[in-house]
């Protein structure tokens, strides 16, 4: 495995599992499925379309698209020509779209269909490197090149087998395979250098340590693009000979879990947020004898998780008592929620609250939260049966970790990126000289090597009596309470913190028709003197815990979600500090 190619990983798998499911899509009420045989039957007809096209080993391949077969066609396919691929979120606005274009120095771009060649057309003229457009959907357009087309083309084209075969061997493991742009949280994109080396890792660390294999269903959710999914449910299955089925998106989910069974999914904490409380908003309508039962159930899963995680079994009444509440009631709610086959989720990208983890442990779904960077994929998760809530797991065979004497996380091992592209002073300011990658995270680890994240570097705030306040920790104490859905602390060179919530605003107007609160709209309940009474008694209530210096002492409900179209959240639904803190300036400024 360390000295294979994404390719030659590939091939290996195809000649194990050659008539197994590879690949699969909704096609009309259906679902429709490539085999592993066909998968690289279809890859050596594209290989000679893009070759027809020019592309030629050490070019850059730009994908933007959103997740579907043909993104992982364009990906295989360029891995196995020993082109670089720049993966981009299709909900990037047309500036970033053509930043990472021109900085990439791509040669050719695919995109998924008209919306995102409109987008892109002008950068035929606008970027000197670029000489294609391809397109997935055929837009109306006369001048484009059509993805379907450049296969049958390349079906027709043949420069020879042992082209194609030199073309293979020439590739090394330590050769980029992609460049991945950070999600630009506090500046300007940089695009991440990553070998195959450092892309199959991941895959091959997983097997050693939890069991998957070629029956195993991967429901593809998370955008290629981010490193986690790339890693993880992309490189991973195709390893393993195991099936993934691409999701329609986040409306369409929770049909799928339950209608397509998946063995293995991987998400952000805000989609399992999203499910737990959906779970307990359905359970609320049931009859009130129902409802007590599933809670009595529920309490005895924790009681479980609780043992377990102390080393300890069950007394053998609780124990047959909770194999019963499982069997008749907890059994049924998974099977309603996840399909039934779930083994296991996966939680990255951002903090995992530990409410939701213990939730969805106690209902019999582990989640196993890992910790990476795009600039070092899956450096710790958590193992199946060995979960601490709170932390980000272990480190990863082969990954060792350290502390810094400032708290800084310091990762090193064959997954790190080789290089920013062309930031030669950011690579040696990331990379010391011993080849210690620094993260930025301020961490810990326990006295059992389970890695714990407290916060980013760049995000700890600095009051102007000097005191530094660290806010995602408060940030996610906050974001436990039903009427707060976000909420992002400030306060550098300010006497004291200050915050921006965003209500939870299905539970704010339950609470406001229930007590008779008068509004017209949104703007006039996050400004109704008594919803800014309730917020303040459920900060106070919650802040218990924390110093004076740490409270805050001031704050201002917003009426609009954040999103990634207005620019406040990455691709991957981080919150954008930076952003936040321009746009509602005048806001922060009145506080």
């Known amino acids: 495995m360390d000295d294979l190619t994404i390719h030659a990983m590939l091939s290996n798998t195809v000649k194990r599992f050659g008539d197994r499911r590879s690949l699969g899509h909704k096609k009309g009420e259906g679902y429709d499925y490539l085999t592993y045989t066909e998968l690289m039957d279809v890859i050596q007809r594209l290989r000679r379309g893009f070759h027809q096209l020019g592309l030629n080993r050490g070019d850059r391949l730009a994908i ?19 082109v670089v691929t720049v993966p981009i979120y299709p909900t990037l606005p047309s ?15 695919v995109v998924s269909d008209e919306k995102q060649y409109l987008k892109t057309a002008s950068l035929l003229k606008e970027v000197e490197t670029l000489d294609k457009i391809v397109v997935m959907d055929p837009p109306p357009h006369n001048d484009a090149i059509i993805l379907k087309e450049l296969m049958e083309d390349g079906a027709t084209s043949d420069p020879g087998d042992e082209f194609f075969s ?47 294999d070629e029956t195993d269903v991967f429901l593809s959710f998370l955008p290629l693009c981010h490193i986690v999914e790339r890693v993880a449910g992309h490189y991973l299955p195709l390893y393993i000979g195991a099936q993934i089925i691409y999701s329609e998106g986040v409306f369409a989910i929770a049909g799928e879990l339950a209608n397509l069974k998946p063995t293995v999914f991987l998400c952000v904490p805000r989609l399992y947020e999203n499910m737990r409380e959906k779970i307990l908003e359905g359970v609320s309508k049931l009859p009130e004898s129902q409802q007590k039962m599933f809670h009595h159930a529920l309490n005895l899963g924790y009681r479980k998780t609780e043992s377990l995680q102390k080393g300890k079994g069950l007394n053998p009444v609780v124990s047959l008592e909770h194999h019963l509440a499982d069997r008749l009631i907890l059994r049924k709610v998974r099977e309603k929620a996840t399909g039934g086959r779930t083994r296991f989720f996966v939680s990255g990208g951002a903090p995992l609250n530990p409410r939701t983890c213990a939730f969805f442990q106690a209902l019999g779904v582990d989640i196993l939260e890992g910790y990476g960077l795009t600039e070092f994929p899956v450096i710790s998760v958590n193992r199946p049966g060995r979960i601490r809530s709170g932390s980000v797991g272990e480190p990863l065979p082969d990954i060792e970790v350290r502390i810094s004497e400032e708290g800084e996380i310091l990762a090193r091992g064959p997954s790190r990126m080789r290089c920013y592209l062309g930031l030669d002073q950011e690579t040696n300011a990331a990379i010391d000289a011993e080849r210690w990658f ?19 570097i760049k995000d700890i705030i600095v009051l102007a009596n000097g005191k530094k306040v ?31 919530i965003l209500p939870s605003f299905d ?71 930076k952003v936040i803190a321009e746009k509602y300036s005048e806001l922060i400024k009145s506080m």
């Open 507 to 577: 539970t704010l107007t339950d609470w406001a028709n229930k007590f008779h609160v008068n509004y017209k709209d949104l703007h006039e309940l996050v400004t109704n003197s008594e919803v800014k009474r309730l917020y303040k008694q459920e900060i106070d209530m919650l802040s218990d815990c924390l110093a004076d210096f740490e409270r805050i002492k001031r704050f201002v409900l917003l009426e609009t979600p954040f999103t990634i179209e207005t620019g406040e959240l990455t691709p991957t639904l981080k919150v954008k500090r």
């Open 166 to 212: 030199e073309m293979e061997r020439a590739i090394r493991p330590d050769d980029d395979a992609t460049i991945i742009y950070t999600s630009g949280t506090t500046g300007e994109p940089k695009g991440v250098c990553l070998s195959h080396r450092a892309l199959l890792h991941t895959a091959k660390a997983a097997t050693s340590l939890i069991h998957l």
């Open 64 to 82: 933007l698209s959103e997740n579907r077969v043909e993104w992982a066609l364009c990906d295989l396919t360029a891995q196995s020509m020993g």
């Open 438 to 456: 620094h993260t930025g995270d301020i961490g810990k680890l326990d006295s059992n090597g389970y890695l714990y994240i407290t916060d980013r």
């Open 95 to 109: 500036n970033q779209i053509h930043y990472i274009v021109r900085d990439s120095g791509s040669k050719i771009l």
């Open 470 to 500: 660290a806010p995602q920790p408060i940030e996610a104490m906050l974001k436990e309470s039903p009427l707060i859905a976000e909420t992002v602390l400030l306060g550098d060179e300010q006497n004291s913190i200050t915050a921006l």
